[in-house]
């Protein structure tokens, strides 16, 4: 089934999948207590802007690419938490899209858009409510999933050699923000 078949406007369903997620991140906005988690690697992206460096100054177990994502949220807001939830949002809003997507391979736009809601749904389900890695990196790993099935469809070697290598580099980034 073509991802397009149906005939709403293109923006509709990317709207409706942004409004989602940021409805169910909506209680926790501004919230710097939210989850305990994110407290420290906001404080890690603050130190890092400051010429501190994760590992050496503030410790942490996680990858280098989760505090260089919270270093940038902070770099652009001046520090808000604001800004890492928000950023968090259109991360889930990004895998929700990509979901959808993915869905609309195998259904209709209806059942796409609720697989679409529950991907949104399961971060706070599952004890990621707010800007956990898994937000930022599952996102990366569904656009491997995508890459994978172009090549896959890939007619010949010449046409899934540039997916290819594009969604293992996206794995390479994925393994930087969260290792398992």
């Known amino acids: 089934m073509s991802p397009r078949a149906d005939s709403s406007p293109r923006w509709l369903v990317p709207a409706v999948i942004a409004l989602m997620a940021l409805a169910i991140r909506l209680p926790g906005l501004g919230d710097a207590t ?7 690697y906001h404080l890690a992206g603050l130190e890092m802007l400051q010429g501190h460096m994760p590992y050496i100054d503030v410790w942490d177990r996680k990858p280098f690419g989760l505090f260089l994502i919270f270093a940038l949220a902070a770099l652009v807001s001046g520090g808000s938490v604001l800004c890492y939830q928000l950023l968090a949002a259109s991360a889930a809003a990004l895998g929700a899209w990509q979901t959808f997507r993915i869905a609309r391979r195998f259904g209709d736009p209806f059942a796409s858009l609720t697989a679409a ?3 949104c749904i399961a971060f706070p389900l599952f004890a990621a409510p707010s800007a956990q890695s898994e937000v930022f990196y599952i996102p990366l790993l569904l656009g491997m999933l995508q890459l994978t099935i172009a090549v896959y469809e890939a007619e010949d070697l010449t046409r899934a050699a540039r997916p290819a290598l594009v969604a293992m580099a996206l794995g390479g980034l994925a393994l930087q923000v969260k290792y398992t």
């Open 34 to 40: 939210h989850d305990f988690d994110e407290q420290l």
């Open 117 to 119: 809601f529950i991907y």
